[in-house]
């Protein structure tokens, strides 16, 4: 069953095509890398395949349903730092978040059942040491893995991820991919991971979509990142490499050197 | 011998210092200043409202339920304008701007009834509105302020965890399954109802003020949720109280007092930092 299927959707804000002319598919337990520079749609289109952003023509289905219907089989992980840092919630309240909205109105205390679960799940993503700590103290990794953690407490079939990887130091990147590789390999979940640098994500991403405001190229990895595809979005500079046979998208980290100063 | 009205406006203040202790931190981690002045300025459209219809139909009571109604129905406009597609400050805004073009011609029209009417116990009220004046709170605006106030003291506690998520990730929220449109809705008209029933006695000069800087102060001295609720309630009671006494001993008007000893401490805070 294809977990998630557009055919020429139109994203609109007011009157105006925010993304226009999307068709792709994919199936169950793959992984969509989605590639594209500032402002090209990438949070939009997680945001309508959410459900969150209703504005849009054409079809477009998530697991057979709308996404507005689909909306128990989704978890959608924001950019850490879009969250509110003055809400001072420890890390396993955050995560537990993730679990008790499916009952009730009132929430005056978190149930027992669903802090235990919380720290497992923080245990899952590598954090059992930090349940107790305030989110906005937390490291930029640290906060996208507990986010990571919440997003797995409703169990979804379909995670979207929104730049879990912006503003990471190197290490903090690769620890955050390892917990994207473990949910694939131990949970399964489809994945739709919107992301600049896709050279950390290369190994789990089955399908790469490289958009701009409208589809430039999906398909698979080497289908999509070749010099003349990603040039024609990111510029001349761009280029796809290929070092011991692992694939790299250069795009836009690119420094230059003028003769004679140090490199 | 206490007398009765000191009685009365250290209990009035006591219910002010728990309803707006809870709420200040909220206003402060969700960002709501700027919606909470629009209220307030609702509050006084309403009251003049209210005042009009009150020496149109001789009933001095409907002044604080007119004051309640356009305020929800403000709050209300506001929330829908959000739901099109405003940003919160660019909803505000426009509510803000009818509503203060509003007041101005409301206070015309008033003028003109009053000019027909005997008005003196209405020209109190409008004073009182604006300055607050706890000391002049009668038993029906005590009793109507505590069943009230405890109504929504205890709504506010049992969504308290849902308007911080709400504050946290309101997306969050929603892609869970909760319905933050339904959240904010109730944090607004809390915001209103509250204002709406403490406005008499603090006023709406200064009740911007009372509202916005105890939980300032406290999220500034903790980070835990708990601490930060305690330093805001014991504050605000503390700060009230101790302006009611001195009010009684030098006639000067107590929400002016409260007002002046929260930013001699917020001031004193930054100036420390």
């Known amino acids: 069953m294809e977990a998630v299927s557009a055919e020429n959707v139109d994203i609109l804000y007011e009157s105006y095509i925010a993304v226009k002319g999307l068709s792709f598919g994919i199936e169950e337990g793959e992984t969509l890398l989605l590639l594209g520079p500032n402002g090209a749609g990438k949070t939009t289109l997680l945001r309508t395949i959410a459900g969150f952003h209703r504005n849009y023509h054409g079809k477009l289905l998530v697991f057979g349903k709308t996404p507005e219907d689909a909306r128990e089989l989704i978890s959608y992980v924001p950019q850490s730092h879009s969250l509110n840092g003055l809400v001072p919630l420890k890390a396993v309240e955050v995560v537990s978040m993730g679990a008790i909205y499916k009952k009730g109105f009132f929430h005056f205390r978190v149930p027992e059942e669903a802090l235990s679960r919380a720290r497992e799940a923080l245990s899952f993503v590598g954090l059992d040491d930090v349940a107790e700590r305030r989110f906005s103290e937390l490291s930029g990794g640290q906060r996208q893995r507990v986010l990571l953690a919440r997003a797995l407490m409703s169990n979804p079939k379909l995670l979207l991820l929104d730049e879990p990887l912006s503003a990471l130091d190197p290490s903090a990147r690769a620890e955050v991919a390892a917990v994207l590789g473990k949910i694939k390999r131990e949970k399964s979940v489809t994945m739709i991971i919107a992301t600049h640098d896709i050279n950390p994500l290369m190994e789990i991403g089955n399908r790469v979509m490289l958009i701009n405001r409208k589809l430039i190229a999906f398909g698979t990895p080497e289908e999509v990142l070749r010099d003349e595809v990603i040039k024609s979005v990111y510029g001349p500079l761009a280029r796809a490499i290929k070092v011991e046979s692992r694939l790299y998208c250069i795009t836009g980290d690119v420094h230059l050197h003028l003769k004679g100063e140090q490199p | ?273």
């Open chain 2, 1 to 273: 011998m206490i007398p009765e009205y000191l009685i009365r406006a250290l209990l009035a203040s006591v219910m002010i210092s728990v309803l707006l202790g809870l709420l200040s931190p909220l206003i402060n981690m969700k960002g709501l200043a700027f919606l909470t002045h629009a209220t307030f300025h609702s509050l006084l459209f309403g009251a003049v409202l209210g005042m009009i219809l009150g020496l149109i139909l001789g009933n001095l009571g409907m002044v604080m339920w007119a004051a309640l109604i356009i305020t929800i129905v403000v709050v209300l406009a506001i929330a829908e304008l959000e739901k099109r597609g405003f940003s919160p400050d660019a909803a505000v805004g426009i509510a803000a701007s009818f509503v203060a073009g509003l007041t101005v011609l409301a206070f015309g029209v008033l003028y003109k009834v009053m000019a027909e009417k005997p008005y003196f116990p209405f020209s109190e009220s409008i004073v009182s509105y604006l300055t607050g004046e706890v000391f002049l709170i009668t038993l029906n605006d005590l009793l109507t302020l505590v069943i009230g106030g405890t109504l929504i003291f205890f709504l506010m506690l049992l969504l308290y965890r849902d308007f911080l998520y709400v504050s946290f990730d309101p997306d969050g929220v929603e892609s869970y399954g909760g319905n933050v449109r339904a959240y904010l809705m109730l944090l607004y008209v809390m915001v209103g109802a509250i204002g709406a029933l403490i406005v008499k006695t603090v006023g709406l000069i200064t009740l911007q003020v009372i509202a916005v800087l105890p939980g300032a102060i406290a999220m500034m001295v903790s980070s835990n949720i708990r601490k930060i609720l305690g330093v805001s309630l014991f504050l605000t009671l503390g700060v009230e109280l101790l302006s009611i006494l001195m009010a009684y001993r030098t006639d000067i008007p107590p929400s002016g007092i409260a007002t002046i000893m929260l930013g001699v401490i917020y001031g004193a805070l930054l100036f420390r930092r």
